[in-house]
């Protein structure tokens, strides 16, 4: 089993920044794939960006690109979410997930096994 758990979230105006890392665990010596996802109230849950397990490949929704940075430290199979140049259109629940068991399509929710709870970004304007 393995335990996904986010930390970080919080209020900021928009065009500020913000921080929001995730820690997988619960298999010594594995390294996931991992993937951020986010839920605005009423809409449904949207890829953000996700990493490759060694940390070479990143990759992030159109609409984050430039503003948002996924990275890791894969000692830890910690990530974190740098995000900068926040909009009121960023406000969402953030969720982490992680791919223990291979995937296919990185962008789908679907392909990934294991998921925190989640924690509340808001963007004021």
């Known amino acids: 089993q393995v335990q996904v758990a986010e930390s970080g979230g919080g209020s900021v105006q928009a065009g500020g920044s913000l921080t929001i890392s995730c820690a997988a665990s619960g298999r010594p010596g594995g390294r996931f794939a991992m993937g951020w996802f986010r839920q605005a109230p009423g809409k449904e849950r949207e890829f953000v960006a996700h990493i490759s397990w060694s940390g070479d490949n990143a990759y992030y929704r159109d609409s984050v690109k430039g503003r948002f940075t996924i990275s890791r430290t894969n000692a830890e199979n910690t990530v974190s979410l740098q995000m900068n140049s926040l909009k009121p259109e960023d406000t969402a629940v953030y969720y982490c997930?992680?791919?223990?068991?291979?995937?296919?399509?990185?962008?789908?929710?679907?392909?990934?096994?294991?998921w925190g709870q989640g924690t509340l970004v808001t963007v004021s304007s």
């Open positions: 997930a992680a791919s223990v068991f291979g995937m296919v399509n990185r962008f789908d929710a679907n392909e990934y096994d294991y």
